[in-house]
């Protein structure tokens, strides 16, 4: 069955970097296109970003561009989210979701959640 | 960017009786292909969120007949026929029309009275 599970999370300090990775299974990433996304604590919902079936595409939330990377690795089957310049306002719950076009996100993660602090 | 506005923000629910959800877009959700992408997801405390609803009205495998979506061009309602207690939690609408970015609602808390 699909199975999405997050890690990478932690305590970060203001300007410092942080890797999200997403073990997808059940599935092939390639096949789908993939979401992050965040909510802070007892906020709602934000989109962060995508990558479709082409690596090469990829979208941003305006509030990340430039600083985050979304990635994947087919051979482990694993996304990827690289957070550069890490602010106070990305401490969040972030979740990995998949995208079936057409139909919209339909699986997630668990997330993993990232605090940015000093 | 679409804006997605939802209401009420926050529904106390008698068990055994209906609840409705709106959702009202900042732009028509009609897609040139047709297809209107507009969803509903359920969160329940602690946990991720859950599709309930794709494409305004389509239910996801799983789902309890209780729910139904509606809705046409800039205004969608989520509708429970009738209040279970394992239907406390947030609900948010999601647009996937006009991308990027995908935006939601933000977020309508039912709980039981």
Known sequence: QVQLVESGGGVVEPGRSLR????????TLSS?????????????LEWVAIIWFDEN????ADSVKGRFTVSRDISKNTLYLEMDSLRAEDTAV??????????GPDYWGQGTLVTVSS | DVVMTQSP???PVTLGQPA?????SSQSL???DG???????????????RRLIYKVSNRDSGVPDRFSGSGSGTDFTLKISRVEAEDVGVYYCMQGTQWPPWTFGQGTKVEIK
């Not at chain 1, 595409?57 to 941003?60: F, H, N």
């Not at chain 1, 972030?94 to 139909?103: I, K, N, T």
């Not at chain 2, 409705?20 to 009202?24: D, K, N």
């Open chain 2, 35 to 49: 297809n209107t992408y507009l969803n509903w997801f359920q969160q329940r405390p602690g946990q991720s969120p």
């Open chain 1, 32 to 44: 789908y296109g993939m979401h992050w996304v965040r909510q802070a604590p007892g906020k709602g």
């Open chain 1, 94 to 103: 972030y979740y990995c979701a998949r995208e079936v076009p057409g139909v």
């Open chain 2, 30 to 32: 009609v897609h040139s």
């Open chain 1, 20 to 27: 999200l990775s997403c073990a997808a299974s059940g599935f």
């Open chain 2, 20 to 24: 409705s959800i709106s959702c009202r």
């Open chain 1, 57 to 60: 595409d990829t979208r941003y």
């Open chain 2, 9 to 11: 923000l926050s529904l």
